[in-house]
Structure formats: C-alpha cells, structure tokens
C-alpha cells in the first residue's frame, strides 16, 4: 500500500480471543507489504493472535523469505515494487501449495479476480480493519489444514469429464484441463452434486469454505469454468443459470465435441 489512508484502521491492542487452537507450533505467518505501518500494524495484531510472524517489504524479498522457510499462510499486498504481488502469488504457488490472503485496494475488481485465479484463498479490501484480517486468517488455516487432513476421494467423473483430487488433474474427452485451484474445487463440487441447484452463497461456503465475502467471485469463477468446459460458454449447456437461485450441474446437456 502507498498512502496513509489506505491504512487499516488503528486499533489499540491487538486481539486474543481470536487465536487458533495450539498444535505442535504456531503457525508461521509471512507479511508483505511496502507500507511499513500496514505492516506493523498486521503484524502486531497476528502476534496477538498467536501467530509466529514474519515481514517482507517487496515482492523478491518475500520470495526470499519463503525460500529460506515456507510460510504456513502468505498475506500478500498487491501492489508491490520490484515483483507485484500476482507475480509473487504464482511463483509461490509453482513451489508448492500455500495460502495466500491478498491486500486489494477497493474497487480493483480485476485484480482481485486474477488473485483468486492465480491461487489466493481470500482477499480483504482496503482499508480493512485488523480484526477480520486475524479472522479470516484463522478460517484459511483451518481449511487448510482440514483439506490436509482429509482422506483423498476418489476420481469423480461425468459428461465427458474427469477429476482426480489425488493428482489434482482434470480433462475432457481425455484432453487436460488448465483449472485454477478454485475452478477445480468448483468443478468437483458440481459433479459431486449433479441435477442439484446451489445458490452463489452456499457454494462461497460449502465449495471454498467462505463464509463472507463478495458473491460476484462465484460468479467470475462460474463464468471462467465455463470457458474451459463447455462447447458454446455463451450458450451454457452443462452449468445451467437457475434464475433467482443459483447454478445447476447437468451433465445430460453435454455436447459432442
């Protein structure tokens, strides 16, 4: 972040109810941001929280810091010198999976989106208050560690297509899939639950697990899943739009390709 308005707001203690239940270690949390009152302000509040904690100013030297220990989650400015922030979302995605939370400026739609695309787990738009960020940090690392934990299902299949959660890979009609982590937990979902209509806010919750946030994401991962799947995307035969409530799986309006 680059001005002081854009600063979440100052709060004078950092809150410890919030802090997550004690396993072995507390988790590891990188922070990267160019403002360093953002920063310390995130910091302390994580600190707060339970979190062991470490800062990064700029994008190599998030990538530095992450390459000398791999964070348990990343929250992630966008607007980084040297390496922006996207950038620095994929490389650390290329080197294993890690949550990653984005800092967005508010309105910075497309940003936002290409975030989710490339792999970030959540986003909170500036200014925010330190607060929800320590929240939505916990709810990340409790998914993803259940996620962990859970016994791998087995490969779901339906209309031409195929998943596999083991390998993480999809295709149609034999040819790979390029989903992003969010399409495909998406895509599972719907052939989990084919014929069945979700509405965008039980599938922010029962897909990704999201409690709040801005519906128009299922949307723009609706719309981008459709691109990649169905023979017409502007013509949708497989994720139908049920009007008033949400979307619907049918594998019966698969098309020949």
């Known amino acids: 972040m680059n001005s002081m308005e854009e600063a979440p707001a100052r709060e004078t203690a950092p809150p410890r109810e919030t802090a ?38 700029d994008g190599p030297a998030a990538l530095e810091a992450a390459g000398r220990a791999r964070p348990d989650l990343v929250v992630l400015d966008l607007m980084l010198p040297g390496i922006d922030g996207l950038e620095v979302c994929r490389r650390l995605r290329a080197g294993g999976p890690v949550p990653v939370i984005m800092l967005t400026a508010r309105g910075d739609e497309d940003d936002r989106i290409t975030g989710l695309e490339v792999g970030a787990d959540d986003y909170v738009t500036k200014p925010f208050s330190p607060r929800e960020l320590v929240l939505r940090v916990t709810s990340v690392l409790r998914r993803s560690r259940a996620a962990a934990a859970a016994a791998v299902p087995a490969p779901l299949t339906g209309a031409g297509l195929s998943l596999d959660p083991a390998t993480h890979r999809a295709t149609r009609d034999g040819a790979e899939l390029a989903l992003t982590l969010r399409e495909f937990d998406l895509l599972a979902h719907f052939l989990r639950h084919p014929g069945r209509a979700h509405g965008r806010e039980e599938l922010m919750r029962e897909v990704w697990g999201w409690d709040f946030g801005d519906l128009s994401t299922v949307t723009v991962h609706v719309r981008r899943l459709r691109a990649k799947i169905e023979q017409d995307p502007g013509s949708p035969r497989l994720i139908q739009t049920v009007w008033g409530v949400g979307y619907r799986f049918e594998p019966g309006g698969a098309v020949a390709a």
């Open 20 to 57: 997550p239940a004690r396993e072995s270690a507390p988790a590891r949390i990188l922070v990267v941001d160019d403002d360093p009152t953002v920063s310390e302000v995130v910091a302390g509040y994580l600190r707060g929280a339970g979190f062991a904690v470490e800062e990064a100013g």
